[in-house]
């Protein structure tokens, strides 16, 4: 049988060439081998190796379930009742009380000293006496009456011209008009006391411009008291009144 079988060998595989094939074939077995060989260290490499030495064993121990703590119930607090009740009980004592009885007025006593407060009101506004004569309840006669002769005169006197100017002077110096327009005239009537106070103004005839007569009657007010006038001429202003004729255009 081997004998045949170099037979077939020889046959399909002369030796030169089959030789060659030998070796070829050793080669390739040699180098899958050395593959493996190379594979499987590179792999026992990867893989981490354990030190038997360094384990620990420790046994395991089972922890217990936490018990519910016990709490105890919190302690009864005594509520306080309403007070209702108590408060219905005072307002039905309130109400049970009679109302007390309000103290009698004396009307009379009341009437007496409303009585004796007015009678000391009206010695208290009485005029004190300030000379004899108040006492002896004489009075101060009073001037008799100028005539019309004396009147007029007495307007037409330097004095009274004088007397006059002087004043109209002294109203036109406290006189204030800012607007652009003053041709007004208006106649104010002045009455004099003896002092030279301002007792009346009046305005005799009106300039047509309600602000220029209020103009001229602050003007006059302005300037009291006025000065006191000469006695020649006292008799006339506690008879007559003066009359001025304010000019726009001229103040």
Same mark, same amino acid.
Not at 164 to 167: G, K, L, R, V, Y
């Given at each position: 049988m081997w004998d045949?079988?170099?037979?077939?060998?020889?046959?399909?595989?002369?030796p030169q060439t089959f030789s060659r094939y030998v070796a070829i074939s050793t080669l390739v077995h040699l180098g899958i081998f050395l593959c493996f060989a190379f594979s499987f260290r590179v792999s026992k490499r990867s893989i981490p190796q354990i030190d038997p030495t360094k384990v620990v064993w420790t046994q395991t121990v089972k922890q217990k379930k936490p018990t519910p703590e016990n709490k105890l119930p919190p302690p009864d607090v005594a509520r306080e009742k309403p007070k209702v009740e108590e408060e219905k009980k005072v307002n039905v004592e309130k109400k049970k009380? &009679?109302?007390k009885k309000k103290p009698e007025v004396d009307r009379k006593k009341l009437l007496e000293e409303a009585l004796s407060k007015v009678k000391n009101q009206i010695d208290d506004d009485r005029p004190t006496p300030k000379d004899d004569n108040f006492a002896s309840g004489e009075t101060t006669p009073t001037p008799p009456l100028l005539s019309s002769d004396?009147?007029?005169s007495m307007k037409a006197s330097p004095e009274m011209f004088a007397y006059? &100017?002087?004043?109209h002077a002294l109203v036109v110096n406290n006189f204030l008009w800012y607007q652009s327009e003053k041709n007004f005239i208006t106649k104010i009537e002045i009455r004099l006391a003896a002092s030279g106070d301002i007792e009346k103004t009046t305005i005799l005839q009106s300039s047509g411009n309600q602000s220029f007569d209020q103009a001229t009657l602050r003007a006059i007010q302005k300037s009291s008291p006025l000065p006191q006038p000469p006695d020649t001429l006292a008799p006339l202003f506690n008879q007559e009144t003066i009359v001025f004729i304010f000019d726009g255009s001229q103040l």
């Open positions: 045949w079988l170099q037979k077939i060998v020889h046959n399909f595989f002369p009380e &009679e109302p004396q009147v007029a006059t &100017e002087a004043i």
